[in-house]
């Protein structure tokens, strides 16, 4: 028994394949386990038997997390055909941290993930390697491909991962049925330079967006019944995908998220403006003086706190940004006088509802405004571009920001 990392490994059955033993490992298949013990033999028998008739050199790398029913002792003990390598993780548990390891420790030129619980079937392992050989970036075992099927799920299983899929779409290739199956396949390759978060349960979903797929195929699989043993993906899971989604939408769409924020930031220096309206009015001030600093009170807290929470990462002279920002302010404003004032004079008809073509121009102002902060005030340094070619403008801070919280990468 060795130990790599925080984790112990050993090697059950023959270290390698007479075919393995001379030839590259083609397929890593990596099961995250969780007291499966009743199941995993019988699966590691099916997958021995539908690789190695297909010339398929493979190894197993099941990550178990110290499961109390012994999953790892089985595993351990099991002599197939294929390298068996049993990991037992003492890093924070959970699914998606688990393959993420198993991915660290694969060496084949594929790596396919799949459960151990035997709802996903081995025998539709020689048909995703196939697509791999024929181009594809990404091979999903989908359950809703056209000719793939689930069996015994619930009304409310159903409606749930209609519900995680629809919400996941803007992320992925269009025309994909199954984003959130946990039996997939890709390039290990395509693995190097994405940066993956493990988090949750999705970590299918969480490579498909990372890896950038663009070759996506989905080999339709019939998702067997739970032969023994309990899901683990309950409510707790949901609220933690959730949250996932929102980080893959905020990595996959940089401007979105600066753009939440830039109008957050803009709630709280409206607050401001109207806090200082009061007090300088009970104070008795003129109308227009107090107009004019609490606007520009709101002005500055709202630069102040762009520059912190939306562009951190695109620091320049403070008051040089400051004047563009005044700059990108007063467009703003004007984008939204202009307009409103447009619509009141060429829609009589429509006078009684001036509140919405005010609203048209503050949205339409808050646009502009955003668009000159972004492009002007808080450009983006000529440094930041070798960022862009790595993944979205952004990711590369948002990765240093977490590996200081200490989350876990592949
Ligand atoms: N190491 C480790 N640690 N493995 C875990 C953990 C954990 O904390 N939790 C679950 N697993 C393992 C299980 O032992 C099983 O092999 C696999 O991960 C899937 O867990 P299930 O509990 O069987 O999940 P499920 O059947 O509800 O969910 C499946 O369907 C989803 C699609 O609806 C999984 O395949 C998901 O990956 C998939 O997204
Ligand atoms: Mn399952």
């Known amino acids: 028994m060795k130990t790599t990392g925080t984790s112990c490994v050993a090697v059950a059955g023959r270290t390698a394949s007479h075919r393995s033993a001379t030839r590259p490992v083609q397929l890593s298949v990596i099961i995250p386990t969780y007291n499966e013990a009743q199941t995993l033999p019988l699966l590691l028998q099916r ?8 010339d398929i050199p493979t190894e197993i790398w099941v990550m178990d997390d110290r499961s109390p029913d012994g999953t790892a002792d089985v595993a351990r003990r099991r ?12 890093g924070p548990r959970g699914l998606a941290p688990a393959v993420a390891e198993g991915l660290r420790y694969a060496t084949g030129e594929y790596v396919l993930v799949m459960d151990a619980d035997l709802q996903h079937p081995p025998e539709a392992i020689p048909a995703l390697i196939r697509a791999m050989d024929e181009g594809a970036d990404f091979v999903i075992g989908s359950r809703y491909a056209e000719g793939g099927s689930t069996r015994r799920f619930g009304f409310l299983r159903k409606l749930n991962s209609w519900g995680a899929t629809f919400l996941a779409r803007p992320l992925i290739p269009p025309g994909v049925h199954d984003p959130m199956s946990g039996f997939f396949c890709l390039r290990r390759s395509s693995l190097e330079k994405a940066d993956i978060r493990a988090v949750g349960f999705k970590i299918g979903l969480e490579l498909l967006v990372k890896t950038k797929a663009l070759r996506v195929v989905e080999v339709p699989i019939t998702f067997g019944a739970r032969h023994a043993g309990v899901s683990k993906l309950g409510v707790r899971e949901q609220f933690r995908y959730l949250r996932h989604l929102l980080g893959l939408y905020a990595w996959r769409f940089p401007a979105l998220k600066q753009f939440t924020r830039f109008c957050a930031v803009g709630a709280c220096g409206m607050m401001l403006d109207l806090g200082l309206m009061a007090a300088l009015m009970s104070g008795g001030a003129h109308f227009g003086a107090a107009r004019a600093w609490s606007v520009l009170g709101a002005m500055t807290l709202n630069f102040v706190l762009n520059r912190r929470y939306t562009f951190p990462d695109r620091r320049g002279p403070v008051g040089t940004q400051f004047l563009r920002f005044t700059g990108a302010c007063a467009t703003g404003l004007v984008v939204n006088w202009g307009l409103s004032s447009a619509l009141y004079a060429t829609l009589p008809g429509w006078r009684p509802l001036y509140p919405l073509m005010c609203a048209a121009g503050i949205v339409a102002g808050t646009f502009m405004n955003f668009f000159f902060s972004r492009s002007y005030a808080f450009a983006a340094a000529p440094s930041d571009s070798k960022r862009a070619q790595h993944g979205p403008d952004g990711a590369g801070v948002e990765s240093d920001q977490r590996k200081r919280q200490g989350d876990q990468f592949v």
């Open 47 to 54: 997958i021995e038997a539908a690789v190695v008739g297909k």
């Open 79 to 90: 002599a197939t055909g294929v390298s068996v390598r049993v990991v037992e993780r003492e």
